[in-house]
């Protein structure tokens, strides 16, 4: 609750403020918290949910590094050999991951953000070509699509119910649908970034089941809010 105004003319308005926690998610960290540090390099990024699936990088050659961009932080990594790695997450069926990320070098194909690897995984990844664009956000191993919209930042969605994934990007309705694989996820350790990924990440979530339209809606005007881009 907060006060705006003073004396007669002070008004009570009532708040609610969104938090990704409200979600419920499986996993989720973010720059602002949870970061310990190694000779300026990220060893560990904790889980911000009680369940502590973890990112870490025991090699300090392999370890991203900590930019701040739009008064926040972010973990950048150099597209070369930087990743993170969590603890093995449980299987689950229907799923909703996001990342906000910040892009500043080329696309080579298959750049993840996150991978649950090997088979029966999901991937968010920059890809293949899409109509409109040299290079597109897709969910690993369907036709689903969406084109970049330049450096950023920017909050990418990925969202599968059943047979069908959607794709958000910096927009609070669906601007990716197809049919997609139904099969569930294994219980599989995930990586934030690899090898490939040249890009900074300020906040990654995941949700083992799919969001509805109207919290991916709210995540949206969140993270425009806090990172400081346009939502449509």
């Not at 036709?143 to 450096?151: F, N, R, T």
């Amino acid at each position: 609750m907060r006060y705006y105004g003073s004396g007669a003319n002070a008004q009570r308005i009532v708040i609610t403020e969104f938090n990704p926690l409200l979600l419920n998610p499986q996993i989720f960290v973010i720059g602002e918290a949870g970061m310990t540090l190694v000779a300026g390099a990220i060893a560990t990024w904790d889980d911000q949910t009680v369940n502590g699936f973890n990112f870490a990088q025991t090699n300090p050659a392999f370890r991203p590094v900590p930019t701040v961009i739009n008064e926040n932080i972010f973990a950048t990594y150099n597209g070369v050999n930087n990743t993170l790695a969590s603890g093995v997450l449980p299987a689950c069926n229907d799923f909703t991951a996001w990342a906000v990320y910040h892009d500043f070098g080329a696309a080579p194909s298959g750049e993840p953000i996150f991978d649950r690897q090997p088979a029966n995984g999901m991937r968010l990844e920059r890809n293949q070509p899409v109509a409109g664009a040299s290079w597109g956000w897709r969910i690993r191993n369907t036709s689903l699509y969406v084109a970049l919209a330049g450096a950023g930042p920017h909050i990418i969605i990925g969202r599968r119910t059943g047979a069908v994934g959607d794709l958000w990007l910096d927009s609070t309705t669906i601007v990716g649908s197809a049919a997609v694989s139904a099969t569930a996820l294994s219980a599989l350790v995930s990586a934030l970034g690899n090898n490939s990924s040249s890009l900074s990440i300020g906040q990654f979530g995941f949700v083992d089941r799919a969001m509805t339209d109207v919290e991916c809606a709210r995540l949206v005007w969140y993270a425009g809010a806090k990172y400081k881009f346009a939502v449509t």
